[in-house]
């Protein structure tokens, strides 16, 4: 079975937050799917968390990047057509309609944590997981 994950949930994982316990166990067996642009993601997401001075450790940003690049991705291209046609539609960044795009063109379950991609998967289609949790 292939899972569709987005930033919030590898985030979730590698900052080992308490949604990383859904994650880890949807994903048992799983193959983990992820738009192309994952990393780029990830990333930035670390250093807002250096910004916001969640991470004051220079080496512990570095580690969690090496925790995500441990995780073994399936990565997928994008459609960016369809990207904007998504991000068009909900007035949604491009950054979230890849995700949802790459879901419902694989027709793969989407895990996130992130309570307006929810919301928009759930409308255009896309089998959405991920509990009760409000999101990072």
């Known amino acids: 079975?292939?899972?569709?994950?987005?930033?919030?949930?590898?985030?979730?994982?590698?900052?080992?937050?308490?949604?990383?316990?859904?994650?880890?166990n949807y994903t048992k067996g799983a193959v983990i799917v992820s738009p192309n642009v994952i990393a780029f993601e990830i990333a930035n997401a670390l250093t807002k968390m250096m910004k916001k001075k969640i991470i004051d450790d220079r080496e512990k940003i570095?580690?969690?990047?090496?925790?995500?690049?441990?995780?073994?991705?399936?990565?997928?291209?994008?459609?960016?057509?369809?990207?904007l046609e998504i991000a068009w539609d909900h007035k949604i960044y491009a950054y979230d309609a890849y995700y949802l795009e790459v879901a419902k063109r694989l027709n793969l379950p989407l895990l996130t944590f992130d309570g307006e991609m929810k919301k928009i998967g759930r409308k255009i289609g896309i089998e959405i997981l991920g509990g009760t949790y409000a999101g990072i």
């Open 1 to 24: 079975m292939e899972i569709l994950l987005d930033a919030s949930a590898i985030m979730a994982v590698i900052a080992d937050e308490v949604e990383g316990e859904i994650v880890i």
């Open 62 to 83: 570095i580690n969690l990047i090496k925790i995500f690049k441990q995780i073994p991705v399936k990565l997928v291209e994008v459609n960016l057509e369809k990207t």
